[in-house]
Structures are given as C-alpha cells and as structure tokens.
C-alpha cells in the first residue's frame, strides 16, 4: 500500500474516533440532561399534588384534580397517586387515555427509607417520594413519557449522525489531498535518486529551502552519495595501482628468463638470473600478501575471531620483531605508568590484526627515522588507550598528510625505499575495524608522530 493511501486511512481512522467520541458526548450528556430535567418536572408534580391535598384546608378530589388537569407544566400519560402510612390511597389522578402507576410495597418502603426512589416503566419515567406533614407521612407516586424531550432527542441524534458521516467523508477526502501534497517531495526525491548510477555519482539531490526532515533525507542521501563516489574512487585507484605493482615484478620476470632463453649461458650467468628473478619472485610475493591483508581488514569486524587483547604484550614483542626484520631497527617503549585497574590494558578484537596495525607502524617509523629508531609510548584514560608512535626522520608535509592512509601512496621523496604503499593504508582500516582512530601530526623539531586511540574492552559493544 503506498504511503499517501495509509497517511489518509491513519488520518481518517483517528478524525473519524475523534468525531465519534465527540458526537457520542454530546448525546449522552445531552440525554442525561433530558432525564434529570424531566425528572426534576415530575418530582415538582408529585411534591405540588401532594401539597395542595395536605396543606390546603376544605380542598376535595375533584377540585385538586381541576387543578392537576390545568397545570402549566406540560407533562404526557401524566398519573399521579398519594399513599398514607399504611400504603391506602387517599389521592390518584391520570390523563386521559394513560394509566395509574401503582408500584410494589417494597418500591413505596424503599421512597420513605431513602427520600425518593426512582425508575422506568415502560416507556414513561416514574418517581415515588416522600413527603411529611406533621406526624403523618405520605408517598406520592408521580409518572409521565417525555415525549417532547424524546422527539428533540431524535432531532438530535439526526443531525449528529449525519455531522459524523459527512466529517468523516470530508476528512478521508481532506486527508487523500494532504497526504498527495504531503508524498510530492518525496516522489522528486525518488525519480531524481533513480536516475543516478555508478556512472553519474557526482550527481546530487537538490535540496529545499525548508529545513526539514526531507531536506534532512535528501543531506543525507548526498553524504551517502559522496561516500560512495570517493569509494568507487578509491577502488578505481586501488585498482590501478594494484595491476601496475602486480604488472612490474610480473614483466620484470618473464622479460629476463626470455632473454636467458634466447641463447645457450653457463652456470653462473644462469645462477645470476636466477636470484634476480628470486629477488623478483619475493617482492611478487610480499605484495600479494600484503594485498591479501588488506582486502582482509576491508570488511567489517562482524566476520572477525574477536577476543581480549593486552596491548602491552603485543608491544613487547615489537623490539624483536622488528629487529628480524633488519638489525638496525631499533624501538624504544616508554610505559610511564601502569594503570591500578589492568582492564584499561585489554581491548576487544582480532590480535594478529592489531599486532600487524601497530608493526607496521613502527617498521615505518623505524624506516624513515635517521637513527632508524621508533619511540612508542603507551597513554591510558578512562574510557580508551593510546599508542603514540613517534621517530626522528624528515617527517611528511601537511598537504600529504591526509593522502597516506591511501592504497599505494608513496611521497615524492621517500620514491627510492623499499615498500608498496599499503602498510599504513592496512593499519589505518585494522584500527577503524576495531571502533579506534588514528591520527598522524609533526613531531618537534622533525619527524611524525601516529596516535592510535583504542577503546577498552567493556566499552567496545557501547560505540
């Protein structure tokens, strides 16, 4: 069902209960009113009879019940009969045509017990009271049908029923319009997001003037759109970059075992080509691994074998491994102080991840570092950790700052190192894989510093 149709049938549905508790009010007070009102005119009746036949000296029957035939108050199938202490009647009076309401013993003892008592018989309104006159006491039993009140109640259920109907045919009509203007920009929102593809992603939606919640969709319809036009960007580039690292060692390889074919070599020009295709064959390997690693760490941390994590230990392996690497890469750890509560030291994820996030860090801080020296600190608060690793190189000028967590990129004067351009891009997405950030800022006087900030394993699941 589309949204205009259940925006009305939701409007509807709530103006039309609306209507009807509205309408179904006014009825029933207004009934109410009617019944008390009514009653309140027999009651006068009743209390008016009974007083003229006790009060008034010399008055006889048929004189009281001239008077009752000529009362100003109109009153239909009007019946009226007083009873003494013993339940004899000593007064009864009825319309024309209408009958004497004589109600049970128990009805009368219940109107001298209690005051008054009140009922329904048939379709007329009957009331027995009490009254007392000196040591006497009387009930007078009073009935009538309202008609005139009846017949203006009809009128007005008339009018209500058809107020309800028509307020219910205006609002389904009044709520089909309002949900049709209401479903327009969302329609142009549709058809403009539609024509856009992988093709035409610098398009955008244009947004309205109002600042609402559709032009709060359509902000961030855009913001979607520019994630996915830098993703597809990056992935093109990645792409690029990838067929040219992989294409080089590849070409490299086939164009020297092509050369050693092309004539008869002794053995130890044959051993020549063969290491140097070796030393190829190696690069060819390093590279594919690393993009292996970093295809790995591109997805989402769902996937991913999750456990606790002591960062301190990762850290203390670092000075050897790296050694491994090349013996003069050297690491300093500068652990100030230890926290008194030893789970600000674990943080939940993947630790062949982050144990390869942060030597690649270091291996490049030990790289670039004139005294191929990497500092690496260890910082702790309350809700997070941090892991400052700093050198001594010639550091990286702000406009490539922002570049080289990116696939393949390599600064214009650092061309002549060994390396791909992934290990910083791999550690960047391991960190994001683990809800951390990593910042990289000028250390003074020279060199960088990369900040990666962890959070502890009990707040992990709250970010």
Known sequence: M?????????FTLLVTFILFFV????????DLNRKLDFQRRIRNRALS?????????????DLLQKIDQNMLISLREKSVIVYDNNNKEVYRFRDEGATLERPENSVLQYARDNGEYVYSKGHRD?????YRAGDHEYVSVAAAYDKEGLDK?????????????SGTLITLLSGLIFSSRLVVPIKKITSEVKEISSQNLSRRIILNDTKDELHELSSTFNELLTRLQQSFEIQRRFIANASHELSTPLTSISSQLEISLQNSRNAEEYKTVLLSVYDDVKNLNRLTRSLLELAKASGTSDGMELSLVRIDEILMKLPVELRKTNEQFKVELHFDTFPEDEDKLLVFGNGDLLESAIKNITLNACKYSGDHTAIVGLNFSE????IVVSDLGSGIKEEEQTLVFQP??????????????????????IIKLHKGDIQLTNNQPQGSIFTISLPIARKFHLI
Do not use: H
Not at 126 to 130: D, E, S
Not at 383 to 386: A, F, P
């Open 153 to 165: 109640m009809g009128e007005l259920r008339f009018v209500l029923v058809v107020s309800f109907i």
């Open 126 to 130: 009957v009331i027995a009271i009490k």
């Open 23 to 30: 309408c179904a009010s006014i009825y029933y007070f207004s």
């Open 383 to 386: 809700n997070e950790l941090k």
């Open 2 to 10: 589309k949204i205009k149709y259940r925006i009305t049938i939701l």
């Open 408 to 429: 393949f990129f390599r600064s214009k004067s650092e061309t002549n190192s060994e390396g791909f351009g992934l290990g910083l891009s791999l550690a960047s997405r």
């Open 49 to 61: 009879t009974i007083s003229l036949l006790v009060k008034v000296e010399g008055i006889d029957r």
